[in-house]
């Protein structure tokens, strides 16, 4: 990076950090701010500030929010009775864009994950268990269909027995426009095992 200005060298390096953006995306990225009007950079850096100062997890769900309780935990129209437990937020907003859940959410804070020192006691288990014993009567757990995702589901699955909640676990398979050529043989047994009568 000799031939950038230090500021714009450490732009580039700062914006390197985010995630999924490489050496060449985060020069283009440099680039235009420094080309941008001082007004356009502005809003950005303030809005940089705003979120960095105003969000903060929701005590209930640990979703983002900006206000006392987020936004779902806030909606009277959802079902309370339905608790969908997922890893972390991206998780939440993934469901949310389905729009085919209207109960609400606990967002665990990550998967269990011994390889990288991710035990039960980091996520927000105890949180969950006190949401349950408030009147929830089935817990669907969401967590990616992965060996962490699927150590989490049975983790929880087990220590929810006793609580006699129902516990479900979404459907794992073929995606809506996928062959079955070319899917692996994992995803078929799921998507068996997961079938529905029509």
Not at 126 to 142: D, S
Not at 144 to 173: C, F, H, Q, S, W
Request: glycine share 8%; with cysteine; aromatic share 4%.
């Amino acid at each position: 990076m000799r031939a950038y200005p230090r500021s714009l060298a450490r732009l580039v390096e700062e914006l390197e950090k985010l995630p999924g953006v490489g050496p060449k995306t985060a020069q283009r990225l440099a680039l235009h701010l420094l080309h941008a009007s001082d007004e356009d950079a502005a809003e950005l850096s303030q809005a940089i500030r705003d979120v960095k100062e105003q969000i903060h997890s929701c005590p209930t769900c640990f979703n983002y929010t900006d206000a006392d309780v987020c936004v779902v935990c806030a909606d009277t129209n959802r079902d309370h009775r339905v608790l969908c437990v997922v890893g972390d937020v991206r998780d939440l907003l993934a469901m949310e864009r389905s729009g085919g859940f209207r109960g609400r959410y606990h967002v665990l804070g990550g998967l269990i994950s011994p390889m990288d020192g991710v035990g039960p006691e980091v996520l927000h288990l105890q949180e969950l268990l006190e949401r349950v014993k408030e009147g929830v009567e089935e817990v669907v757990l969401a967590t990616n269909p992965t060996v962490e995702g699927d150590a989490t589901a049975m983790y929880i699955a087990r220590l929810l027995k006793p609580l006699e909640v129902r516990v479900t676990r979404i459907a794992l398979g073929l995606p809506v426009g996928g062959d079955l050529d070319y899917a692996d043989d994992v995803t078929i047994a799921r998507a068996l095992e997961g079938r529905t009568e029509m």
